[in-house]
């Protein structure tokens, strides 16, 4: 299981509010992630602001099913926060 980097946080600032906060509660979870999920994570933090927020927001499903797991594992982090 691997634990998300300094370099990972400041990949996960966003232009959008929104993802700031859902993806910091995501990083405060302690989550730890095997190989794949990571990398899956790094797949999903290259994606444009609005498509990934359009996944975290439930608005249109990831295609990929680690991916799957990963926005998965932030609506729990977000879930967890409030």
């Known amino acids: 299981m691997l634990k998300v980097s300094g370099r990972v946080h400041w990949i996960c ?9 859902a993806l910091n509660a995501f990083l405060l979870s ?3 992630l095997t190989e794949e ?7 999903i933090l290259e994606l444009p602001d609005q498509v990934l927020w359009d996944m975290v927001s439930s608005r249109e ?3 990929d099913p ?16 409030n």
């Open 13 to 21: 600032r966003r232009g959008l509010l929104e993802l700031d906060l």
């Open 30 to 32: 302690n989550e730890a």
């Open 61 to 63: 499903p990831p295609q």
């Open 37 to 43: 999920q990571m990398a899956a994570f790094h797949r």
């Open 66 to 81: 680690l991916e799957e797991e990963i926005i998965s594992k932030i609506h729990t982090a977000l879930t967890r926060q």
